[in-house]
């Protein structure tokens, strides 16, 4: 059974950092789409970060590009996301994805495998 599952969250002030993680199993992460996303209360789902292709750079939404990094540790079968310099903006729940495929998978529907989510909540 497929499992993606998410760590690394909790409460920072504003400035701080934090890493997810999120270890996939039943399932290898590389060719395939893997992404972060995140939801605020009364908003949409939208990408933060996402590896789609081994030769291509990452994509990273505006808001965060420059203060996050998405990486991935194909021997351990696990994704990261480094946040830096954390903003009360930046507080969602973040939910790691895996696609079936690769390509340029930035929305939602395109993930076949979810996480439950991590809780991410910076002060100011």
């Known amino acids: 059974q497929v499992q993606v599952v998410e760590s690394g969250g909790g409460s920072v002030q504003a400035g701080g950092s934090l890493r997810l993680s999120c270890a996939a199993s039943?399932?290898?992460?590389?060719?395939?789409?893997m992404g972060w996303f995140r939801q605020a209360p009364g908003k949409e789902r939208e990408v933060v970060a996402v590896?789609?292709?081994?030769?291509?750079?990452?994509y990273y939404a505006a808001s965060v590009k420059g203060r996050f990094t998405i990486s991935q540790d194909s021997a351990k079968n696990t994704v990261y996301l480094q946040m830096n310099s954390l903003k009360p903006e930046d507080t969602a729940m973040y939910h790691c994805?895996?696609?079936?495929?690769?390509?340029?998978?930035?929305?939602?529907?395109?993930?076949?495998?979810w996480g439950q989510g991590t809780q991410v909540t910076v002060s100011s």
């Open positions: 994805a895996a696609a079936d495929y690769w390509g340029f998978c930035l929305r939602p529907d395109q993930y076949k495998y």
């Open positions: 039943a399932v290898t992460i590389s060719r395939r789409c």
């Open positions: 590896i789609y292709e081994a030769s291509s750079s990452p």
